[in-house]
């Protein structure tokens, strides 16, 4: 499960993807080239044992003497002595065609030398014993027919066992192995971040639209218009990119005709119901009257909202610097007479210097009216609510109604969403559409900033409003 969950994390990158198999094809190559120059300095050492083999048969066939029918081997004495040594590793031996031997090193050279023996070639002929006898008890030989003067032939076998030039060789191979991959490993590393360096410029018109395909949604919402120019990208993304500007083209005919159905449609209900709340508030009492003229009255609200979300889904806001105190003390200041109905202490509180920060104050004002309404309605009678703005740029609603579960507390934003099973209000004043807190989201995303939900010790909820300081 961990190395299906590892697996997935490393393929779910597209850069990490691509930058282990070009690591991968860089060991690859490295290992080829090591195993290459192994060989090399392998068959080098080969090459130099039989060229040794070589100059000593030369030696030997220089030293034979023919006489009297036998076959003698006079070297000069540096030579010889290194063939009477035992540790000097050099054995030989000279027999006829019958595998009679006529001359050798020492009484053990036929006996250490008789993988040859057997061997008549009309060629000399390079042997060892590598494979039988092992690298450490390897002996290299080379046998060399001769011609006597009585026209038959002879054999001269010069052998060598694994000697100090074997060590040396090998020791002077590891130690070039041992530089080489001393050379190579700084080298992978620099290719490794080459490669990643490579590949990260490479991806960057893909990041660049990723950017572009961020903005889409917003650009959609506000203009119903959006398109991808998708400069420099590649020519095998162009059809996704092509592909995706036809979706959106009929992504943007389906939104702008929703917008203006919800807009003309909120539009067409505004009079109908102003009309129908001015006749049932003209009519004699009869009983359900007051819960009439509420349904009324939220269904008004409800219409409202809708058409501000069709104007903001239409227009983007307009923002500047602006400080933030007097904005949110207007907005809590025309609500006081609602509270002072609905038995609610509004009260209001700022910092004594400026908070400046980027809003839309027509925005930001509907934003706060929501807030403030919706915890007017959600609050017991004779509670206190409380608007602050504080230093680092925020607005904060308190109230001290029933509070909203932890787990509910991220879908408050929702659209028409209510709370559970459509939960009356505190105060009495009725339960409200459900789109007041949906609006205020969409407000804070237009702001570039973010609205929030938290508990309040003690009973109730915080409502913030979290701006970009300006």
């Not at 039989?50 to 000593?56: G, I, N, V, Y």
């Not at 052998?159 to 080489?180: E, K, P, S």
């Amino acid at each position: 499960m961990a190395l299906k969950h590892v697996s997935g994390r490393l393929t779910d990158s597209l850069l990490l993807g691509l930058v282990l198999r070009l690591v991968l094809i860089l060991l690859l190559v490295l290992g080829g080239v090591i195993w290459v120059v192994d060989r090399t300095l392998e068959q080098a050492g080969d090459r130099a044992q039989d060229e040794l083999l070589r100059r000593q048969s030369a030696e030997l066939l220089a030293g034979l003497v023919f006489r009297g029918g036998g076959v003698r081997v006079e070297l000069p004495n540096d030579v010889a002595a290194a063939y009477f040594r035992r540790d000097s590793g050099y054995v030989y031996s000279v027999y006829d065609d019958k595998g009679k031997v006529l001359a050798e090193s020492n009484p053990m050279a036929s006996t250490w030398l008789s993988p040859s023996m057997a061997l008549y070639p009309a060629v000399a002929t390079m042997l060892d014993t590598r494979e039988r006898d092992g690298a450490e008890r390897a002996l290299y030989m080379l046998v060399q027919p001769v011609d006597t003067p009585r026209n038959n032939k002879i054999f001269v076998v010069v052998g060598q066992y694994r000697t100090i030039d074997d060590v040396l060789m090998n020791a002077a191979r590891v130690a070039l192995m041992r530089d080489l991959l001393l050379l190579i490993g700084p080298l992978f590393l620099l290719a490794v971040l080459a490669v990643t360096g490579l590949t990260r410029s490479a991806l960057g018109p893909l990041r660049a639209l990723s950017r572009e395909v961020a903005a889409v949604g917003s650009k959609l919402r506000m203009d119903g218009v959006a398109r991808i120019e998708g400069r420099n990208i590649p020519r095998e993304i162009r059809p996704v990119v092509n592909a995706f500007n036809d979706v959106l083209v009929e992504l943007g005919r389906s939104l702008s005709a929703q917008q203006a159905l919800t807009a003309d449609t909120a539009h067409q209900l505004k009079t109908p119901l102003a009309v129908m709340q001015a006749r049932l508030e003209q009519l004699a009492d009869f009983k359900g009257k007051a819960d009439v003229l509420r349904d009324v009255h939220r269904m008004d609200r409800l219409v409202r909202q809708l058409l501000h979300f069709a104007v903001l889904s239409q227009n983007s806001a307009t923002l500047k610097v602006t400080d933030l105190t007097p904005v949110v003390r207007e907005v809590v200041g025309s609500m006081v007479p609602l509270a002072r109905k609905q038995r609610i202490e509004l009260r209001f509180d700022a910092p004594d210097r400026a908070v400046n920060v980027w809003l839309d104050e027509l925005q930001v004002g509907e934003a706060i009216v929501n807030l403030v309404d919706n915890a007017i309605r959600h609050s017991p009678k004779d509670s206190i609510v409380e608007v602050v703005v504080t230093k680092v740029g925020s607005i904060e609603v308190r109230d001290r109604g029933a509070g909203i579960p932890p787990h509910e507390q991220g879908l408050v934003f929702n659209r028409f969403w209510q709370g559970p099973a459509g939960e009356p209000s505190k105060s009495g004043a009725g339960t409200g559409s459900g789109l007041g807190l949906a609006l205020v989201a969409e407000i804070m995303r237009q702001h570039g900033g973010n609205a929030t939900v938290t508990s309040r010790n003690g009973g109730g909820s915080v409502f913030e409003l979290e701006f970009r300081r300006g």
